[in-house]
């Protein structure tokens, strides 16, 4: 008797002590985009998109109905500088009404500034922070604010992160920009052999954003850009290309080649024990997607010579890639470190220091091998002879 | 507590039976017929439905005989054409001789057609019989009287039970008659192995309960132990077989069931012939099984008629309906209100935007739609069926449209109650337990999320490990684990494949032996 009149007051107090973190759903702001910049003062400034649920149930239905104008907005972006990330993050409440939940970040944006400072800052904090969603798309702003990215409102999405994940998720058929996860970024940045690249946006008006290209960086820190077609080498070079169309040049018209598959093989040459060069061996396969031109792909020698140009095409942006990042911008962002330290480490262990500067002086050879499989379901060209 | 309780009960029921009983037990029957008739008058005072008559003839009228009954409860045609036709035939021709002193003798064995003829010598049995259906005959000077078995067949004809319905196989239910029961079963085992024994329990009522079991087949410790149980029933009145449930369970403070209760025919032959015990009681359709097993809920008879593919399926989706049934309005809860980073961000905006302006939190929420829904169940079953109709409709229009329309509760949470709803009837034999555990879960899960609902659930896994229903696990074949006996639960063998009896039931030398046995005539009829 004694022992079950123990329990229940056991019991009792179970219940006195539940419930400290049960929250509502409706007592949250769900955050679904996140930037993060310095102002000229070098104070930070986080940025936060909070979707409004019954804005965007409110404004897809009536997409679907009647296509009236809307009263509220699906989402709002809200501003504040603080010290640190997380100060101002905390400190935000001052204008913002609910917990903040991070879980659902869809994308987060640095600003250009920001990254020329150094990520780590912000990588810290979202590393330690439980809350913090690993899969979200990180992008680094260029030419504008996080503040003004996270602002435009597109047609395309009720949510404006959601659209930006779009852009760049479906990098796996166009191969212009990386896709960068945030739980990868916690990864790589420990990695003293392979330098961080992240995709890059910019705003093109207030509806729409562009993600094309990439930032490089060197120890953490923003030091140049590749554009869309040396996005594309560098992706050729670190073998993430899935899918992705070349145009080339004929004489009498273009080609576009669309890329199926793609293997790259990167290696270190040694000699004397000291890396002589870098060679990277690439085979691809592709079909032909569009064909303006005179001549009829009948035989195999036709063949073989757009083979042959869709090889010089890739391996010139390959160089392009190559050249930038190492007469500019001195950063191995290939991750051939990572293959002098799988197979020399003895060497890895004395130029791991200065490897990014040895690296810039090596010279390359780029060897790409590409393949046509099918010209599509007609042979001859749609334009009739003159 | 409750052993202060059932003591103090147990001390009123003895006062009350002291005074009531007016029997005066063993008294050998008189041998004079008008003091037979004296104290039958004395017992049936006051009992307008008490009939006797007396037939006086012969010769010198020196034949008396006594008929008593009750009216209405015997067949009077069958009582004037089995009994009072042939006596008076046999006595009013005068060439037929006849002794004085051998007149009982005679109608016993010649005179009297029916062939449900017993001998009484007490006075106790012969009112029994009287107040069971029988007609008693007293002849003058006779120790003994007869019994002789008239009894109208009154009551319900045997039609397709309503609590369950199968699709396949047979559709013939019990009724409340106990020999019809018994004549149901018998017509499906054509066996003398099936045993019947009659066990009158009840001061006030003198019920008659019958076990029924196969002899060789079902456990003869589980028999032994069911028929111990019954014995030690002390009570005035048996009405059905759930007070008989309520004394012979196992495990009295334990929400699921342990006696296995059933109105088919055909699940309770197929149940006896997997070694359980029966139990029938006069007056109710509703026939116990015993042991029972936690399977069981999943199981129906339909399984056993169509493949086996589809029965497995239909078994998965079963177990899958009793999770969701007990789980769901918990899961949701804790949920929303606790673990926001596992849903989907597309889901989290749905559940967000449905949960917007509602003014209770996600635990009252569900809580009004779940009491809503169960006063309606309850209602349902409790109404005349002609008002059933409006009930549902005003049910469908309150639960569903109006209280989201009111922004009571959200649309999703009426979701969640009716899919909870629908996957609680799946499982008739634990309604009653998922209901009640379902609200428990709902509490914990609004104080401590997921790790409140893991903590329960193991409570009730640790709890269903340790019931045993007569001795058998109830978690059989799972805990203990018993492999040959698992192709007959989640996943079902064919029926071919099911050689052997479940294990547990079976006596150490029979479960062989069957096994074979099936398995020869399985090559017989092959050949």
């Known amino acids: ?386 | 507590m409750f052993k202060r309780i059932r003591k103090h009960l147990g001390r009123e029921k003895q006062e009350n039976n002291s005074g009531t009983v007016p029997m005066n037990a063993d008294d050998p029957l008189p041998q004079s017929i008008d003091k037979v008739k004296e104290k039958l008058e004395e017992f049936f005072s006051d009992c307008s439905d008490y009939i006797q008559r007396e037939i006086v003839c012969g010769e010198d009228n020196d034949v008396r005989i006594l008929v008593a009954h009750i009216d209405g409860f015997v067949d009077k045609k069958v009582l004037n054409q089995d009994i009072i036709r042939p006596i008076l035939d046999y006595f009013s021709c005068s060439d037929r001789p006849y002794r004085a002193k051998y007149v009982y003798q005679l109608v016993k064995s010649c005179i009297i057609s029916n062939n449900e003829i017993e001998e009484i010598e007490s006075m106790r049995q012969a009112v029994y019989r009287i107040v069971s259906g029988d007609a008693i005959l007293f002849v003058n000077g006779s120790k003994r009287a007869l019994a002789v078995g008239v009894k109208s067949p009154h009551g319900r004809q045997v039609a397709e039970p309503d609590t369950e319905v199968s699709i396949r196989g047979s559709r013939e239910g019990f009724v409340e008659n106990l020999s019809t029961n018994m004549i149901l079963i018998r017509k499906r085992i054509k066996n003398p192995n099936l045993k019947f024994e009659i066990i009158q329990l009840g001061t006030q009522t003198n019920t008659d309960i019958c076990l029924c079991y196969i002899k060789g087949i079902a456990n003869d410790e589980i028999v032994n132990e069911v028929r111990r149980r019954i014995m030690k029933i002390k009570t005035d009145a048996i009405l059905d077989t759930g007070y008989i449930e309520q004394y012979i369970t196992d495990n009295r403070l334990t929400l699921f069931p342990l006696v296995g209760n059933s109105e088919k025919c055909d699940k309770l032959v197929s149940k006896l012939l997997e070694g359980r015990v029966a139990i029938l009681c006069d007056g109710t359709p509703y026939v116990l099984t015993l042991p029972y097993l936690l399977i069981e809920a999943l199981q129906t008879s339909d399984d056993y008629y169509d493949h086996a593919f589809f029965a497995t399926f239909m078994r998965l989706l079963r177990l899958f309906a009793l999770f969701i049934s007990t789980l769901l309005p918990a899961l949701y809860v804790a949920l929303v209100s606790f673990h926001h980073i596992v849903i989907p961000f597309k889901l989290i905006i749905t559940l967000a935007a449905s949960r917007q302006g509602i003014p209770f939190s996600p635990f009252v929420e569900a809580l009004l739609m779940i009491m809503a829904f169960e006063f309606l169940r309850e209602a349902g079953v409790r109404m005349p069926k002609t008002v059933g109709q409006a009930l549902s409709i005003v049910g469908a229009i309150v639960l569903g449209e109006a209280s989201v329309a009111a922004g009571i509760a959200s649309n999703l949470m009426v979701i969640i109650v009716a899919i909870t709803a629908i996957c609680s009837f799946i499982t008739p034999p634990l309604i009653r337990v998922t209901m009640l555990l379902r609200f428990v879960f709902l509490i914990i899960a609004n104080f401590f999320g997921f790790l409140g609902i893991s903590l329960i659930a193991v409570v009730v896994i640790i709890h269903l490990c340790k019931l045993r229903s007569f001795g058998i696990p109830y978690m059989t074949p799972f805990s203990p684990l018993t492999i040959s006996d698992l192709k007959d639960t989640v996943i079902m063998a064919p029926i071919w494949a099911m050689i052997t009896r479940p294990r547990l039931m079976l006596q150490g030398d029979t479960q062989n032996t069957m096994g074979t046995k099936r398995q020869e005539v399985n090559k017989i009829s092959e050949d």
């Open chain 1, 1 to 386: 008797m004694k022992i079950s009149k123990l329990a229940f007051v056991f019991l009792l107090s179970l219940l006195m002590v539940g419930c400290w973190d049960n929250t509502d759903l409706v007592d949250i702001n769900i955050v679904t985009g996140l930037g993060i910049d310095k102002d000229e003062d070098g104070k930070i400034v986080v940025t936060v998109q909070i979707v409004e649920p019954a804005a965007v149930h409110l404004t897809s239905s009536s997409q679907a109905g009647s296509g009236g104008s809307s009263q509220t907005k699906p989402v709002y972006v809200m501003s504040y500088k603080g010290e640190t990330i997380y100060d101002a993050l905390i400190s935000m409440k001052a204008i913002v009404d609910k917990r903040l939940f991070l879980s659902t970040n869809q994308i987060l944006i640095l600003g250009e500034r920001f990254c020329k400072d150094g990520i780590d800052e912000a990588l810290d904090f979202l590393h330690r922070n439980y809350q913090s969603e690993y899969r979200a798309d990180v992008l680094v702003a260029r030419g504008t604010k996080p503040e003004e990215i996270l602002k435009i409102q597109p047609d395309m999405d009720a949510i404006p992160a959601m659209y930006i994940k779009g852009t760049a998720e479906n990098t796996v058929i166009r191969a212009k920009v990386e896709q960068k996860k945030l739980i990868e970024l916690f990864k790589e940045i420990k990695n003293e052999a392979k330098q961080i690249t992240i995709g890059q946006i910019t705003k093109v008006d207030d509806k729409t954003v562009k993600t094309e290209g990439i930032a490089v960086f060197r120890d953490g820190k923003l030091v140049g850009w590749l554009d869309q077609y040396q996005t594309r080498g560098y992706l050729f070079v670190t073998d993430k290309v899935d899918n992705t169309v070349i145009s080339i040049q004929i004489p009498n018209g273009k080609i576009a080649l669309e890329i199926k598959q793609s293997n790259a093989k990167r290696e270190v040459k040694f000699k004397n024990g000291k890396p002589e060069r870098l060679s990277i061996d690439i085979r691809l396969e592709g079909n032909i997607g569009e064909y303006i031109g005179k001549e009829i792909l009948s035989s195999p020698d036709d063949i073989y010579k757009i083979e042959k140009m869709l090889s010089q095409a890739v391996k010139k942006e390959v160089t392009m890639a190559l050249e930038k990042t190492q007469k500019d911008y001195s950063s191995d962002i290939f991750g051939f470190g990572e293959l002098v330290h799988k197979y020399h480490p003895q060497y890895w262990k004395k130029a791991a220091k200065q490897w990014n500067d040895i690296f810039s002086q090596l010279p390359t050879d780029v060897k790409v091998d590409a393949k046509i499989r099918r010209s599509g379901l007609i042979k001859s060209p749609m334009k009739k002879d003159d």
